[in-house]
């Protein structure tokens, strides 16, 4: 059984930064691409930013470019999500995710299998 755990989120005020952290717990010890996703009140669950399984490409949705990095250190150790001059429209709870290991990199939440419970993270303006 896959079990994916995030940390991190709380409340911040406009122009923070916040670091997101996500475990993966799988007996197999396999290795996973990774993404984060962000659901904000009354809206769909949308695409963030993710990594592939050795952290050689990444990809970034078009608002949080240049914001926003995933970091990882190897396969097996925590994935991080390096929020910077957050906004309050970036209020959400934010999900990690993991998808079988492949060299692209996936970006819609379809291509993931397995899903966190979400951390909330709330900006204030």
């Known amino acids: 059984q896959v079990q994916l755990e995030e940390s991190g989120g709380g409340v911040v005020q406009a122009g923070d930064s916040l670091r997101l952290s996500c475990v993966v717990s799988?007996?197999?010890?396999?290795?996973?691409?990774m993404g984060w996703f962000r659901q904000a009140p009354g809206k769909e669950r949308e695409f963030v930013g993710a990594i592939n399984w050795n952290g050689g490409r990444s990809a970034y949705a078009d608002s949080v470019k240049g914001r926003f990095t995933i970091s990882r250190d190897s396969a097996m150790d925590p994935t991080y999500l390096h929020m910077n001059s957050l906004k309050p429209e970036e209020t959400a709870v934010y999900y990690c995710?993991?998808?079988?290991?492949?060299?692209?990199?996936?970006?819609?939440?379809?291509?993931?299998?397995?899903w966190g419970q979400g951390t909330r993270v709330t900006v204030s303006s």
């Open positions: 799988d007996r197999t010890f396999s290795t996973y691409n």
């Open positions: 995710t993991a998808a079988t290991p492949r060299m692209d990199v996936p970006i819609t939440k379809e291509e993931y299998t397995y």
